[in-house]
Nanobody
Framework: VQLQASGGGLVRAGGSLRLSCADS????????MGWFRQAPGKEREFVTA????????RYADSAKGRFTISRDNAKNTVYLQMNSLKPEDTAVYYC????????????????????WGQGTLVTVSS
């Protein structure tokens, strides 16, 4: 299984970016997917996650109202739409696949995920 994240870049405060994460596994649609981020000098933190069918999502307080996670199981791809970006959103963003199939609540801690993408850098200038 390989996760390929893309879509990062440099954007001005108030702007938008859309991240994508393509899962190469044949059983990708069985698992929750999540996005985490890590800023320089800080620990990796949860951003958002979505269940296998896309029916339930969870967001960190910092992401609520600005970020939207979605998935297209036909394409084995999960998306993160980020609007109203702030300089404090600057980080490397990682997508991850949950370790248990068909769970009903999206996991929020890194140890509940067992496959990780390589990360994509998002830089928000003020």
């Amino acid at each position: 299984v390989q996760l390929q994240a893309s879509g990062g870049g440099l954007v001005r405060a108030g702007g938008s970016l859309r991240l994508s994460c393509a899962d190469s596994g044949r059983t990708a649609s069985m698992y929750a997917m999540g996005w985490f981020r890590q800023a320089p000098g800080k620990e990796r933190e949860f951003v958002t996650a979505i269940t296998w069918g896309g029916g339930t999502t969870r967001y960190a307080d910092s992401a609520k109202g600005r970020f939207t996670i979605s998935r297209d199981n036909a394409k084995n791809t999960v998306y993160l739409q980020m609007n109203s970006l702030k300089p404090e959103d600057t980080a490397v963003y990682y997508c991850a696949r949950g370790s248990r199939p068909y769970i009903l609540i999206p996991p929020t801690t890194p140890n509940e995920y067992n496959y990780w993408g390589q990360g994509t850098l998002v830089t928000v200038s003020s």
